[in-house]
């Protein structure tokens, strides 16, 4: 056969093997269906993202900022902020203070927090020293006390605006109602970033 024929033979088999637009276009779409289906896995059950709402969580979160948050392996220690559901009427953010055995104190005159007896470091999360207030109300909690087994304290960074587990309405949190732990803040672009 000569060279030629290997020509004419190598260009009539690429003719009867080239994909047509419409082949080209189904896979195309398969792939694009593939990666949205992927995303949303990674999105529903990986990373979430939810809304600050309110101003409890002041200096750190404020109203309206867009955060990324993931359950993923997660298990709540003391600092973490978390969203927390079926509490209140909308998910609430707050800090994790303690978990389960530790005890809590809120000194009634200097108004500080103790975690099994040792002062918490409100400054570690950019937050001023001596602005936890008791609740006086018949839905106070009582102090001190010890966090239940599976369940975490939380505290608004914000105290003075926070409904938090000081209060009955919120109390011990169960780690089942914990939707995840907050990573990342998406919004305001001039905020975003890793987060305290």
Known sequence: MSEDENINEINIYETKHKPTFALSLIEWAGELVFAIAILTIFLTFVVRTVDVNGDS???NYYHKEKLMISSVLFEPKVGDVVVITDVLYDPIIKRVIATE???VDIDKECL???VDGILFEDEDFGIQAGITNIFHTEDSTEF??????????VLGDNRAESLDS???K?????????LGKVLLRILPLDRFGSVK
């Open 57 to 59: 969580m002041i200096p």
């Open 101 to 103: 055995g530790q005890v």
């Open 112 to 114: 500080s927090v103790y």
């Open 144 to 153: 001190p006390l010890v966090v239940p087994k599976g369940c975490v304290f």
């Open 166 to 168: 000081r209060s009955a």
């Open 170 to 178: 919120v109390g011990m949190v169960d780690n089942r109602k914990i």
